[in-house]
């Protein structure tokens, strides 16, 4: 990425400090230290190429250099957000989402964590947190957006297919701009964040809402049932056969399509 048009485009946000790398091994892990060492409120860690970028569970996130959007944003939640702060990975996500939908692409937002284009995964999001006692000092969102065709791992090393927002918008897709564009969305939708507007405007942009989903969880165990949408605080609604709630928490979950 070019660090010139870089610098311009993050010029016109109201950022803390900015940290730029060639190369890193992720991101977040360098976010997490800034953050326990007194990095201010809205800091953010960009970097070229990640060689240990993380996805859940230190599943592994692919950011070959030059190919891809990676970054992590530094929150520090006000007392106001501290009780919403479940809402983050949503937050990201329709940030993510809106900055493509104003270049015409229909986004849509896997829950709990993954932004698709065309059923294929182009963005993920990875939300950490740093804690002092029994409360959150700060969050970590990391994001990974495939914007050339190399960033998309090949299809036998990934359990869900991937996508590039080059394979969308051709050759002429501009990073920089893009990355303003989350940056600039999610300043934007933090004030709303403990809004029921807020919900809705998340609940709105999943995948399958209204269709019959599988979610798997670590231990092997799955749960089938229509996806109806979101609980306050971000959870999962799915109906059962006998239309029965059920709601699924954040976690080692994985959403799919019904087979
Ligand atoms: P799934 O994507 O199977 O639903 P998940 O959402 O539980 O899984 P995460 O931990 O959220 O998995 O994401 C990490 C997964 O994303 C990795 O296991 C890998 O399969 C996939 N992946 C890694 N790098 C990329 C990338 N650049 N683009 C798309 N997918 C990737
Ligand atoms: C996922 O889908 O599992 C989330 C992937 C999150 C990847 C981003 S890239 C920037 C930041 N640094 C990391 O190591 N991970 C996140």
Known sequence: MNQNELK????????????????????N?????????????????????????????????????????AFSLILRPTAEEKPHLTRTVGLAALAVAESLRRRGLVAQIKWPNDVLLN??????????????????????????????????????LLQFPATSLEASLGPAVEPEEILHDILAGMIALRPQLASDTFIAAWEKALAFRGEQVQVEDGNGNTITGKLLGLEPDGSLQLSNEGGKSITVRFGDVRLRPQA
């Open 8 to 27: 311009k485009a993050l010029a016109k946000l109201p950022l803390g400090d900015v940290r730029y790398f060639d190369s890193i091994g992720s991101t």
């Open 29 to 69: 892990n360098e976010a997490l230290a800034w953050a326990t060492s007194g990095a201010k409120d809205l800091s953010l860690v960009i970097a070229d190429e990640q060689t240990a970028g993380r996805g859940r569970l230190d599943r592994k996130w692919f950011t070959p250099r030059g190919t891809a959007l």
């Open 119 to 156: 059923g294929c995964k182009v963005a993920g999001i990875l939300v950490e947190s740093v804690w002092s006692g029994d409360e959150v000092d700060c969050l970590v969102i990391g994001i990974g957006v495939n914007v050339r065709k190399e960033a998309a791992p090949s299809v036998e």
